[in-house]
């Protein structure tokens, strides 16, 4: 149940109840020394800047590895307050780092205030419960079992739920520390991962299509900041795919803030590559040319890897020797999150993003332009060499990134 509905149910009006917020469970407990402190600042400075992004205000405490947001009321009623702490609370849910959002209430440091705020949290439920009391404070007159006893008797009482230890549908932690108490249920699993900005940053190359924006989005959890590039066939073709780049970062922005894409006019390029003879490695050829080019970014932005959307041979540009040959394109790592993934597991993940409805668009994708009927599937690195000799590869990369719209689709 959400809070809003807990309180507007026990009306928060009623002195006792409490003061709804938000408590985040850090993921990735294991890390230990300066990696946790970073993970932690980073975490922080990255919860700070979604709620702030999102228009609202919160304070932020940590507590035993817990962070608890806590909005001012502000002259809000009740009701009015405990919506924007949801609000709170749904913004945070997108920040890589977090394994848990719990939306809780903070009442007075005494066995009545935590009482009536269990009641609170389960006057919707249906099925059974489990009360899980914890002191952090053990001058709290109050043993952890005797709360859990005469809260659930409480709520068995007042509700008439049936108690459950093994197996309960709704659990009801009450956190007894230093100065106040907090009760709360379950809540929502987080993102997990690490905070973005951890792993340091990397460009993605992003296409229209459902696996590149998917790519990203596992990279940004594992901490790595991502800037995108898009390649557009322009002006062999309309804009359509910058459309849907566009749109992607934009849904994608959430779980970073302050995304930028770089738009690159590639249809000449592709051109250039036929001409000098790319024949059935038009594709590899492509490819390999957008790699160098989002490399030259990279060195400008001070990123330190590539990032894009392969899997295993699911087309023809992605087979061993393929990936063989795309990786002697650049010195940079590319990072293919998604090799292992199937189709339907990356759909399945696009879908839960919200990219897939975008992806899905029709547009003129710049890599079906100029494709060869039969495209090679074990690209010879020594002749891909060959047809970028022709053309001084290294500069036509310079000029392509040169040529390059920035965009920043949130602001
Ligand atoms: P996607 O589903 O992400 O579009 P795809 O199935 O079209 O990928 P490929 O065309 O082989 O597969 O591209 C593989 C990867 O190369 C993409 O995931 C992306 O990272 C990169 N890529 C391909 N085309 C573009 C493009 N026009 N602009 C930027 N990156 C691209
Ligand atoms: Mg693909």
Redo the contacts with the bound molecule.
């Keep these: 149940m959400a809070i809003t509905d807990a309180v507007t149910a026990a009306g928060t009006a009623v002195p006792g109840v409490g003061e709804p917020c938000v408590l985040l469970k850090q993921g990735e407990i294991f890390l230990k020394g300066r990696n946790r402190q970073q993970f932690e600042r980073i975490l922080q400075a990255n919860v700070r800047g979604a709620v702030r992004s999102a228009g609202l205000s919160a304070e932020l405490t940590v507590r035993e590895g817990v962070l608890v947001l806590r909005v001012a009321r502000d002259g809000r009623t009740p009701a009015e307050h405990a919506a924007v702490v949801d609000r709170v609370a749904e913004r945070v849910a997108d920040v890589p780092g977090i394994v848990r959002i719990c939306r809780a209430l903070r009442v007075d440091k005494t066995p009545e205030a935590a009482t009536a705020a269990a009641l609170a949290l389960t006057s919707a439920d249906s099925g059974a419960f489990a009360v899980r009391a914890r002191r952090r404070d053990k001058r709290f007159p109050v043993t952890s079992e005797q709360l859990n006893a005469s809260i659930g008797a409480e709520i068995q009482a007042v509700h008439g739920l049936p108690v459950s230890l093994k197996h309960p549908d709704t659990q009801v932690f009450i956190e007894v520390d230093q100065r106040e108490v907090f009760v709360f249920t379950e809540g929502l699993p987080g993102q997990g991962g690490l905070p973005v900005g951890m792993s340091g940053r990397a460009v993605a ?8 924006p998917v ?1 990203a989005y596992r990279m940004m959890k594992r901490g790595l900041r991502c800037v995108f ?4 066939g322009m002006p062999l073709t309309g804009p359509e ?1 910058v459309y849907k780049a566009y749109a992607l970062v934009r849904g994608l922005d959430r779980f970073q803030g302050a995304s930028r894409l770089y738009v690159v006019p590639f249809g000449k390029a592709q051109q250039s590559l036929a001409t000098s003879g790319a024949g059935r490695l038009q594709v590899m050829a492509q ?1 390999r040319l ?1 790699l160098k080019t989002a490399e030259v970014f990279a060195a400008r932005l001070h990123a330190s890897a590539l990032v ?3 899997s295993l041979g ?2 023809s ?2 087979t061993l020797p393929n990936i063989t040959a795309l990786d002697d394109a650049v010195r940079l790592p590319i990072l293919r999150p998604l090799l292992g993934w199937d189709k339907t597991e990356i759909m399945a993940e696009a879908r839960r993003l919200g990219t897939l409805a975008i992806s899905e668009l029709p547009d003129e ?3 079906t332009l100029l494709t060869p009927r039969r495209a090679e599937t074990r690209a010879k690195i020594d002749d891909l060499h060959k047809i970028e000799g022709r053309l001084d590869v290294a500069e036509l990369a310079e000029q392509l990134a040169a040529s390059a719209q920035e965009y920043r689709p949130v602001d």
């Design positions: 190359l992003m296409s229209g299509g459902i696996d590149s790519a590039v898009h390649f557009s795919s490819r957008m894009t959307g392969d699911q087309v540009s992605q994708d710049c890599c």
